[in-house]
């Protein structure tokens, strides 16, 4: 069964690569997205296509299947009434796919599954990174304060964060905020008396 | 308070629930509205089908389309409003416009048509047919492209060749020379204008005069399930509409719609469609198309199933699929006139008396029944003339080129 992952993703394509190929499923076609979507498909003759839900190229590829009825290997929907939940899932995991005609839901079913769990560890990774990022540049900003607070009130680190932290606490907001607002002010009027 | 998601696309005629929400009708009908953009008309139904959204801003033929299951298993969905009438365009690439001579105004569309077919059989000849994008397969864009060029003699399939891009890729297919022309809703002709990669020939209230255009699109279960917190929503939105033509209300309308979650455009280029106000070519001063977008005079907003009839017309006709009149009823049944009804009943919007009308038959002002309110017809006019009666169908497709 031939498989062709189309994702705004490079990553994420490749995430889905291995997995299918793990899986022994290992006649899959990665569709490069930024040319001629397709002439690649025409090429590659897919009977899945994998594509994740916001891609913008959907409503080229749906014209382009439904077009395709009329030819030897129409491909339809994946959208299958006999599995609502299946499609929900995949919905929810940002999938959409698209399947040529008579395939068995047995065949198919498992490379969708497959497709939802690789998405979904797609997006808990994204956002630890999000995360890992947002708390370094946040440690930065605190950081960075700490020596604007040290250098001009003569302050020592441990008493430059105890101001910092105070001061936080008493406006209700998080540390990282009052970091940054010391930065940006002191970019804008440091060299003030 | 209860909520509706309501998917839409980066176009001007989104605005309703935008303005809905921003303007606080919505929480005065005691509902909150929280608008969910996307970029492809699969992705607003997709989820609208599986419950990412409650409700979607939509091109009205894929309504129909879903509820009949074409290209994908049948899906009921209903539309219990109109969210505007025409507010598309045709827009030529410069080479295009050259070739078919565009000058300063709005062409004729007999006229322009002629001699687009000179230059579509040049390119025939030439082994390079023009292109033209439309942004869905299932769009009143498709459909009204269709039927101009299958008017002035024009093979839609034969002669030219009818793509699909999605709106806020139009002008870059345009500027990039996939496309020698695109018919979409603004802001996206507009700006493909402001970069000088294309002319406005057309708009396509010329080709229909207060033609269909987006709805609203609900999954018929919500309907059934939410009708009193649906029916606050329709009310909500015929308060947008109401305020949304008020000529002051324009320019801070204009300014909510640029910004970035919304339409991400400049506020001039939205104002020139709001204010029926055309830049036709880049440098130009606009000119004044009267009517360019109608969003809610004459009863615009009412969902008649006449309409609903005649895109399911055009679908039988470009699907090539036989006339069914089992089908015809299904499509026609998507509008709900009844439930836009029950929810105005009682407000300042105008009910008009008949659920159909003969499409295309008004040409003076006419005053026609209504059970609240009063209501005169504008022109309503196909630019070749023709009238569509929805009760029959066959023949109306039998007499089409």
Redesign the interface.
């Known amino acids: 069964m031939r498989i062709a992952i189309i994702d705004t993703s490079s990553s994420r394509a490749a995430i889905i690569v291995d997995g299918l190929r793990e899986a022994g499923l290992t006649d899959v076609v990665p569709i490069d997205p930024a040319s001629a979507l397709l002439a690649q498909l025409e090429r590659a003759h897919p009977e899945v296509v994998l594509v994740n839900?916001?891609?913008?190229?959907?409503?080229?590829?749906?014209?382009y299947?439904?077009m395709s009825r009329a030819l030897a290997r129409p491909i339809?929907?994946f959208?299958?009434?006999s599995d609502e939940a299946a499609?929900?899932a995949a919905?929810?995991a940002g999938v959409?796919a698209y399947i040529v005609d008579g395939l068995t839901k047995q065949r198919i079913k498992p490379v969708i599954d497959l497709a939802v769990r690789r998405f979904q560890a797609f997006a808990r990774l994204q956002e630890e990174l999000r995360e890992a990022r947002s708390a370094l540049a946040d440690r930065t900003a605190v950081d960075k304060a700490k020596a604007i607070l040290m250098k001009r009130r003569g302050l020592d680190e441990p008493a430059a964060y105890a101001l910092l932290r105070s001061h936080a606490m008493s406006s209700n907001r998080r540390i990282a905020e009052v970091a940054e607002a010391i930065v940006t002010s002191n970019a804008l009027l440091g060299d003030l008396p | 308070m209860t909520r509706f998601r309501i998917g839409f696309l980066p176009l001007v005629d989104a605005a309703l629930p935008i303005l809905a929400h921003e303007h606080g009708f919505a929480a005065a009908e005691g509902i909150a509205i929280e608008p969910v953009r996307?970029?492809?008309?699969?992705?607003v139904l997709?989820?609208l089908?599986?419950?990412?959204t409650d409700a979607a801003h939509m091109i009205a033929p894929l309504a129909i389309a879903t509820t009949l299951g074409?290209?994908?298993?049948p899906a009921p969905l209903s539309v219990p409003f109109v969210l505007g009438l025409n507010g598309n365009a045709v827009t030529f690439s410069a080479a295009l416009a050259r070739a078919c001579g565009l000058g300063n105004r709005l062409a004729d569309p007999a006229e322009l048509g002629a001699r687009l077919r000179e230059v579509a059989q040049a390119r025939v000849a030439a082994g390079r047919r023009l292109r033209f994008g439309v942004?869905?397969?299932y769009s009143s864009h498709n459909y009204m492209l269709r039927y101009w060029l299958a008017g002035v003699g024009i093979g839609p399939d034969a002669d030219v060749e009818i793509?699909?891009?999605?709106p806020?890729?139009a002008a870059d297919a345009l500027a990039a020379g996939d496309v020698d022309a695109i018919c979409v809703g603004e802001p996206w002709n507009s700006i493909a204008v402001d970069r000088g990669v294309g002319r406005i020939a057309l708009v396509t209230a010329q080709i229909w005069r207060r033609g269909v255009e987006k709805v609203l699109a609900l999954r018929t279960a919500t309907l059934d399930e939410r009708g009193e917190e649906v029916a606050a929503l329709l009310r909500a939105l015929h308060a947008a509409a109401m305020h949304f033509v008020e000529p002051d209300a324009a320019e801070e309308n204009a300014a909510i719609l640029a910004r970035p979650e919304y339409c991400g455009a400049p506020v001039e280029t939205i104002m020139r469609a709001i204010a029926d106000r055309l830049r036709l070519r880049q440098g130009a001063s606009p000119i004044h198309f009267p009517d360019f977008m109608f969003q809610y005079r004459e009863a615009a907003n009412f969902p008649w199933r006449s309409q609903a009839a005649w895109l399911y017309a055009q679908m039988t006709r470009w699907d090539r699929t036989p006339f069914s009149a089992a089908e015809a009823e299904i499509a026609q049944s998507v509008f709900r006139p009844d439930v836009y009804r029950a929810a105005l009943a009682g407000s300042a919007a105008t009910l008009p008396g008949a659920s159909s009308k003969l499409e295309g038959s008004v040409t003076n002002a006419l005053g026609v029944g209504a059970t609240q309110g009063r209501l005169i017809l504008g022109s309503d006019r196909f630019f070749d003339g023709r009238a569509f009666d929805p009760d029959d169908i066959p023949a109306y497709l039998g007499a089409l080129p």
């Not at chain 1, 839900?53 to 014209?63: A, F, H, I, K, V």
């Open positions: 839900l916001e891609n913008p190229g959907r409503d080229l590829l749906e014209d299947f439904a339809a929907m959208v299958d009434q499609t929900a919905v929810d959409s | 996307d970029t492809t008309w699969a992705t997709d989820r089908l599986y419950g990412h074409r290209g994908r298993p942004v869905h397969r793509v699909v891009t999605s806020p890729f």
